[in-house]
T-cell receptor, first 115, second 112 residues
């Protein structure tokens, strides 16, 4: 199994451009989430989904959209990139929406720079 | 809002010394998870604690969950260079277990 696959690994955008960060998992996990990691800030939850067709906001959702049309895929869209969105983005999944006995499996991350 | 705080933010130790990182939540946690992130890598799950006062060990790593379920600690005995990385604690937002909130992490450097 590949686990959680994120693409691309690196991306440079200009302010105002849009793009989609891809995330796919082959473990049939119900729960998927997006985090951003900034120095000294830890991992902050952007959006999450407890199953296909269901999404909800995390701690820092502004400027990002998500959808969950299939169990496997959970793309993150930046509609109009801003320098404040420069960060490392991690997608993570777990078997269920509850954190009981459900450790997160992380992808390798996407390093995004907005100039 | 609910916060999960970790101290210290950074720790430099000599190889062979012990290391401890502390995690404190502003609210009672139903459970707490610990992750390790190697430099340039992604977070990897280490362990989950559920019961009040629970203590779990993984070789040189000892994890504790406080009696009040508001704090936790990770202790590494006799650190090795392979322990280098950032250690995160994470707990579910009290009103919504779908939201796993991470602490800021403790970055450990080990001098050989």
């Amino acid at each position: 199994n590949a686990g959680v696959t994120q693409t691309p690994k690196f991306q440079v955008l200009k302010t105002g451009q849009s793009m989609t960060l891809q995330c796919a998992q082959d473990m049939n996990h119900e729960y998927m989430s997006w985090y951003r990691q900034d120095p000294g800030m830890g991992l902050r939850l952007i959006h999450y989904s407890v199953g296909a067709g269901i999404t909800d906001q995390g701690e820092v959702p502004n400027g990002y959209n998500v959808s969950r049309s299939t169990t496997e895929d959970f793309p993150l869209r930046l509609l109009s990139a801003a320098p404040s969105q420069t960060s490392v983005y991690f997608c993570a999944s777990s078997p269920t929406g509850s954190s009981y006995n459900s450790p997160l499996h992380f992808g390798n991350g996407t390093r995004l720079t907005v100039t | 809002g609910q916060q999960v705080m970790q101290i210290p933010q950074y720790q430099h130790v000599q190889e062979g010394e012990d290391f401890t990182t502390y995690c404190n939540s502003s609210t009672t946690l139903s459970n707490i998870q610990w992750y390790k992130q190697r430099p340039g890598g992604h977070p990897v799950f280490l362990i989950q604690l559920v019961k009040s006062g629970e203590v779990k060990k993984q070789k040189r790593l000892t994890f504790q969950f406080g009696e009040a379920k508001k704090n936790s600690s990770l202790h590494i005995t006799a650190t090795q260079t392979t322990d280098v990385g950032t250690y995160f604690c994470a707990g579910p937002k009290s009103s919504n277990t779908g939201k796993l909130i991470f602490g800021q992490g403790t970055t450990l450097q080990v001098k050989p």
